[in-house]
C-alpha cells in the first residue's frame, strides 16, 4: 500500500473537520477491503477482540445493519442497542448513556441520534472513538465518504466534475456531509429542489443554488437525489406530493438532461414514484444499489482508521511518562 | 448615624450631567452635598482617586428563580450577584414557578426580598393567567401588590386582540408592558439564528422576522391605544431600526440591549457550546452592530442583562435541548465598556446613562442618579482593570456564562447600597447581625 494513512482526530463526527487526504485515506481502505469481499473467506481478523456499540438512539436500519455487518467482518464484537428496545437510553441523558457505555468497556461506538451536534457532544465526554452515523440535520459523514467512493468507481477524479444534489437540502444531514466532501474533492456543487427547502444560505458553503430543475441538471456528472420526507413537510414546505413530483421528480426525459455518462444516486429508502420514477431507479445510470455495498467497505475504513488511530493516540500521550 | 465620604473619584452622574473628579457624601443612606465637620471625622472613608463614581447600576430584567426553581438561583444568591456587578436595583421577571400572576406571588417574592436580598428587588407580574397568553393577569391587583411592570417574559402573547386589550388596560393602570417579542409560529423547534450557522450546524433556525414582527405589532398597538409598550432584549437589525423609527414619530416605545448580543455573533455557537444558547438567540455580525449603534443613538435607549441562571447538569447536553439563557450580571459592566468604551464607539457617561438613569425613568424607580437626597447607591469602578472571567467565583449559583475564560477591561470594585457597601471588589461585606 503507496498510500500514506492521514488520519488526525480519534473521533469521525463530521466531514467539515477532515482533510482531502483524510477522505483519500477512507476511499483507499475502502478499496482494499472491497478486494476482500470477493474472497470466499469473508471475514479479517483486524480488530479481533474489540467491542463495537451501536447506539441507535434513532431508528435506521441501513445505516445500523451496514456498521454491523461491517464490524463482523473485521471480526470485532457488535452489539446494538436502539431506542425502542433498551431501558439504557429512555429518559436517561445522553452523558449517562455515554458513561454506562464506557463502563461496558466498549471500544468504539457509533452513534445516530436526532439532535445536531450530538456526536460531538459524546466524543469530548469519551476516550473512546466515537463514529457519528447521522445526528439530526447535522452531518451523516460515513454517507458521504460512500457517495464519494461510488462517484470515484464511476467517474474517477471528481475534480471539476458537476454534482447535482435535488430535493430536501434544508432537513438533510446527507446534503450537508456530501457537500463538504465533494468541495474538498473539487468538485462542483449544484443545489436544486423547492426555495423553501433549500435556503440561500447553503451558498456560503461553496454552492451554486439552481430553482429550475433544467437549468441544474444540464451537463451533470452525477444527480443525487434526497429522500423527501413529506410526512413532516408537506404541510408547511411544499404544497403537495403531486406538485413536487411536478416540479422535481426524476424521469426519463429529465434524466436526458444529464451528461450521457451520468450516474443518479439515493441515499435510501427510496419514495418510489416521488423522487425518481421506479424504471429510472433501476437503469444501469442508477447506483443506488451499489452505495449500499460500498456502505460495507467504507463503514470498514473508518471503523479501522478510528480503532488504529486511537490506539497511537494512547499510546502517543502514555511514551512521556516511561 | 452611617456616613460615607467617597474622596477623588471621576464623579460621572448622568441625570445631572456631572462628570469631574471630586467627592461624593452619603448620610444615613442619602446623598448629600457636604459634610459637617464633625461628620468628616466620623465618616467612613472611601478613597476612589483613579475610579469612576456612578450611581449604582439598575437592571430591569433578570430572572431570580424565586419561587420554584431555586437550584438555578435564588433572590439571595441573585442580589450578590448583582452587588458583585455593580448593581444596586434590580427587576425580576415573573416567569417562576409558580408564575407571578397573583398578588399572593408577589407578595411572597416582596417578603423574601426583605430578609434575603442585599439591593433594592422590584417584581413584576405577569400580563396573562399562567402567562399562557389566554386571558388577562389580574393586573389591578398586581399593581397593588406594588409590581413596577407587567411582562409574560419567556413568552410572548400572540394573540393581537388579547395584547390589545392587555396594553390598554395597564396603560390605564399607569403600567408599563414589557414584551419578549417572539412569534411563536416562526420559532417551531428552534435552538439558534437563522442564518448561515444555523444552516452549517443543522439547527432550526430563528429567524430575525420572528421579532421583527412582534415589534411592528406592538409599535402599532403603542401608537393607537398611547400606551407605552418597552421592547426587551432587541436582538436584531430590523428590530431596532423600526423602533429608531417609531420614535421619531412619536410613539411611546422604548428598547432595551443585552451585553451579549451586543458582543457576540451566532457564529459563537459553532462548538455546540450551549453556554451561547439564549432567547432571542445570538444574531449575525449585521445585528450585532445595530444592537450597538442602537445603544449609541437612543433608539436602544437601556441596557439590562437578562440574567437567566441554569444549572450545569441543565446545560450539560444536546444543544437543542438545553434550555435557554445565559447569567450576566456579575460580567454586565465588563463587557459594556469593551463593547461601547474601550472601542470608542461611546463616552462613558453616555454609556453609564443607558445602565443607571434610563433604566430607573422607564419603572420610575427611586434610582439611577446621585442627587441630593437621593438614595446613596453607588458603583465605584476602575474601568481598566482587567481580569479573567471565571464562573466558579462569581455570586450567582449558575455558571452558564458565555464568557468563561475571557479576559475583560473593566472591574467593580465598590458597590453601596442605600450608602451600606455591600461589595468589595472581592467579597460580599454582609450585614452585622
Ligand atoms: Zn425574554
Redesign the interface.
Known sequence: MSTPTTWRYKDLTSI?RLTREEIETVHHYAAQFKKSLDRSQKKLPTLRGKTVINLFIEPSTRTRVAFEIAAKRLSADVTTIEEAASSLVKGE???DTAEVIQALNADLIVIR?R????A??LGKLLDIPVINAG?????HPTQALLDTFTMKERLGSLEGRKVVILGDI?FS?VA?SNIWALKKLGAHVTLCGPATLV?E??R??GCEINYNLRAALADADVVMLLRIQHERQASTHFPSVGEYKALYSLNEERASWLKPNAIIMHPGPVNRGVEIDSALADSPQSVILEQVTNGIVTRMATLFLCLTKANELRNAQAAPQQ | MSILWIQNGRVIDPANNRDAVGDIYAVDGKIVDHLTPDQQQQAQVINAAGLVVCPGLVDVHVHLREPGQTHKEDIRSGSRAAAAGGFTTIVCMPNTSPVADNSGTIERIRNSAKVNSIVHLYPTGTLTVGMNGEALAPIGSLKQAKVVAVTDDGKCVQNNELMRRAVEYSHMLGLVVMDHCQDATLTKGASMNE??W???????GWPAAAEDIIIARNIVLSETTGAHIHMQHVSTKGGVELIREAKKRGVRVSGEAMPHHAYFTDEACK??NTNFKMNPPLRTAEDREAVIEGVIDGALEIIATDHAPHTD?EK??????APFGVIGMETALATCLEVWLHSNRLDLPTLLQRLTEQPAKLLGLPAGTLSTGAVADICIFDPNERWTVDPMKFQSKSINCPWNGLTLRGRVKHTICAGRPIWDGERILEADA
Open positions: 467539515e441523558s445522553l452523558r441520534h439532535s445536531a451536534g450530538s460531538d457532544y445526528d439530526g440535520a447535522h452531518e434544508l444531514r450537508r435556503p444560505g447553503f456560503s458553503m | 442564518g448561515e444555523s444552516m452549517r450546524l443543522g439547527l432550526t462548538d455546540y447538569y450539560d447536553c444536546e444543544f437543542d435541548k
